[in-house]
């Protein structure tokens, strides 16, 4: 089976725009997690998507916000950006919590706010 | 604040030695999993050990889980230059939130 796979996997923006990240997940999973990941905050879990409804959330603005589609693909977005939004972004797919719910990673999208 | 939180923040060790990394939790957990990730990439899924099992062993891997004292421990045996990554230990809370801790950083000296 294809792995996760993110695009795109580098982004430079400037503060105040908005950006949109995208994930497919592995084929039959239907679970996808995001995660943001930064030197200083580690890893932080930012939602959840499950059959296109957001199933589980972080602790993180609403700047932040996601979808999911019926092919259980997602993007996330991020609105007005801030210099502090510069991190590797990380998806994870699992096929359902109601088993084990090992995550799969998808390589990062590296994001840059300048 | 950080669910799984891991001990010793660095280790460096000799090839052919054994590696232990100790992760302690804060709540009760549905099972606790451990990953890797190498230099900024994304992270590879290791080992998972369920809430009522207290020792799990895959390949150079092996786990051991006490609830009781809400911790766990990961040891890699007969280390390799190839293992040098970071750690992370990962309880998934009752809500299913998997909450990564900041990790271990293990560098592998040949």
């Given at each position: 089976k294809a792995g996760v796979t993110q695009t795109p996997r580098y982004l430079i923006k400037t503060r105040g725009q908005q950006v949109t990240l995208s994930c497919s997940p592995i084929s039959g999973h239907r679970s996808v997690s995001w995660y943001q990941q930064t030197p200083g905050q580690g890893l932080q879990f930012l939602f959840e998507y499950f059959s296109e409804t957001q199933r589980n959330k972080g602790n993180?603005?609403?700047?932040f916000s996601g979808r999911q589609f019926s092919n259980s693909r997602s993007e996330m977005n991020v609105s007005?950006?801030?210099?502090?939004?510069?991190a590797l972004y990380l998806c994870a797919s699992s096929f359902?919590?109601?088993?084990?719910?090992e995550q799969y990673f998808g390589p990062g999208t590296r994001l840059t706010v300048t | 604040s950080q669910q799984g939180e891991e001990d010793p923040q660095a280790l460096s060790i000799q090839e052919g030695e054994n590696a232990t990394m100790n992760c302690s939790y804060k709540t009760s957990i549905n099972n606790l999993q451990w990953y890797r990730q190498n230099s900024g990439r994304g992270l590879v899924h290791l080992i998972l050990i369920r809430s009522n099992e207290r020792e799990k062993h895959s390949g150079r891997l092996r786990v051991t889980l006490d609830t009781s004292k809400k911790s766990s421990s990961l040891l890699i045996t007969?280390?390799?230059?190839?293992?040098?990554a970071s750690y992370f230990c990962a309880p998934l809370d009752s809500s299913y939130k998997l909450i990564f801790g900041s990790g271990t950083r293990l560098l592998v000296r040949p």
């Amino acid at each position: 089976k294809a792995g996760v796979t993110q695009t795109p996997r580098y982004l430079i923006k400037t503060r105040g725009q908005q950006v949109t990240l995208s994930c497919s997940p592995i084929s039959g999973h239907r679970s996808v997690s995001w995660y943001q990941q930064t030197p200083g905050q580690g890893l932080q879990f930012l939602f959840e998507y499950f059959s296109e409804t957001q199933r589980n959330k972080g602790n993180f603005p609403g700047r932040f916000s996601g979808r999911q589609f019926s092919n259980s693909r997602s993007e996330m977005n991020v609105s007005t950006l801030e210099l502090g939004d510069s991190a590797l972004y990380l998806c994870a797919s699992s096929f359902d919590r109601r088993t084990s719910y090992e995550q799969y990673f998808g390589p990062g999208t590296r994001l840059t706010v300048t | 604040s950080q669910q799984g939180e891991e001990d010793p923040q660095a280790l460096s060790i000799q090839e052919g030695e054994n590696a232990t990394m100790n992760c302690s939790y804060k709540t009760s957990i549905n099972n606790l999993q451990w990953y890797r990730q190498n230099s900024g990439r994304g992270l590879v899924h290791l080992i998972l050990i369920r809430s009522n099992e207290r020792e799990k062993h895959s390949g150079r891997l092996r786990v051991t889980l006490d609830t009781s004292k809400k911790s766990s421990s990961l040891l890699i045996t007969a280390s390799r230059a190839a293992d040098t990554a970071s750690y992370f230990c990962a309880p998934l809370d009752s809500s299913y939130k998997l909450i990564f801790g900041s990790g271990t950083r293990l560098l592998v000296r040949p």
